[in-house]
């Protein structure tokens, strides 16, 4: 079983949907929780990070995350065709001032059609 | 806006040669990463570098992987030789703390 599992999708939506992505994991060390954009041929670019449990919210995101259930979540709102992706959850158990590995999912391709 | 630097950013070689990607991480950051990511799949981490120090490479396959970073900034991986398998792309990052910023990535096929 993977540390951590993502839904790979691929998803389609209609402009202005509001889209739900989501991670499991197993591993109840990590502290930090990231989701990256990655969009078709490019590196993944950092979207959104929280530590421990709680939401986040930044423009049209939302991240949550519940390690009560080992589960986190990214929204977006007001989706727009530029959003069109893939979204990659990442995780660590590393402290804030020190690196460790991220754990991966496997991303989500999200389509949001005009 | 700092970037991670990588290049090239496409390669293409035949089985059995030996190709090498470069990568310049942001100033300032001490930890550098080099992933490989399969088309459709998360990106998986086969070296790590606090510095110029290794201190995760469980996942190279180091009978034809390696990896240098000489003086703690930028940082070389080589493959040597190629297999039809190691087509990918492979990405490099830096961080400062536990955020990881990545580079372009190089995407590399095997013929």
């Known amino acids: 079983q993977k540390e951590v599992e993502q839904d790979p999708g691929p998803l389609s939506v209609p402009e202005g949907a509001i889209v739900s992505l989501n991670c499991t994991y197993s591993?109840?060390?990590?502290?930090?929780f990231m989701w990256y954009r990655q969009y078709s041929r490019k590196g993944p670019e950092l979207l959104m990070y929280?530590?421990?449990?709680g939401n986040k919210e930044d423009g049209r995101f939302t991240a949550q995350v519940d390690k009560s259930s080992k589960y986190i979540s990214l929204f977006i709102r007001d989706s727009q065709p530029s959003d069109s992706a893939t979204y990659l959850c990442a995780m660590s158990a590393a402290g804030e001032t020190s690196g460790s590995r991220l754990t991966f999912g496997e991303g989500t391709q999200l389509t949001v059609n005009p | 806006e700092a970037e991670v630097a990588q290049s090239p950013r496409y390669k293409i070689t035949e089985k059995s040669q030996a190709v090498a990607f470069w990568c310049d991480p942001i100033s300032g950051h001490a930890t550098l990463y080099w992933y490989r990511q399969i088309l459709g799949q998360g990106p998986e981490l086969l070296v790590q570098f606090q510095d110029e120090s290794v201190v995760d490479d469980s996942q190279l396959p180091k009978d034809r992987f390696s990896a240098e970073r000489l003086k703690g900034v930028d940082s070389t991986l080589k493959i040597q030789p190629a297999e039809l398998g190691d087509s990918a792309m492979y990405l490099c990052?830096?961080?400062?703390?536990?955020?990881?910023?990545f580079g372009p990535g190089t995407r590399l096929t095997v013929t």
């Open positions: 990052a830096s961080s400062q703390g536990s955020l990881e910023y």
């Open positions: 929280t530590y421990s449990s």
């Open positions: 591993n109840s060390a990590f502290q930090y």
